[in-house]
């Protein structure tokens, strides 16, 4: 597992899922050592797909983004993940952050957005 004071990552293994919840906002090293410790665990298990838990603290930033779009993504992709999930809140308060994300995402992944991790495990259960 790894945990820092803006994200914690861990592997849901009911769901096959490497699970990230960000906590606040953060950029550069503090933003992409938690995504390639989720890639390492994606490596570890076979058709795990991402889950990021956004309703706490998740905002672009560009240099970030351009790390997703040239690193994360093929890396992921690689792993053997193909859904990625983003739990959002009620009022989708970073609708334009993660449409800004989810379109170069949806080229690779079939991305969607939840309001919980239950019914992150009730598309995979149908899948």
Known sequence: MYNS???DVCYDESNNVVFVKWKKFCCGEDYQAPLR???????????CH????????FENDPEDTKWVFERFIPQAYAAGCRYIFFIIDQNNSLKEELEGQSVELSRYFTVKACYSMDEVSEILRHD
């Open 5 to 7: 004071k803006f994200c």
């Open 37 to 47: 410790y989720a890639i390492d665990l994606m490596e570890k298990h076979d058709n």
């Open 50 to 57: 991402y889950v990021a838990d956004t309703r706490d603290g």
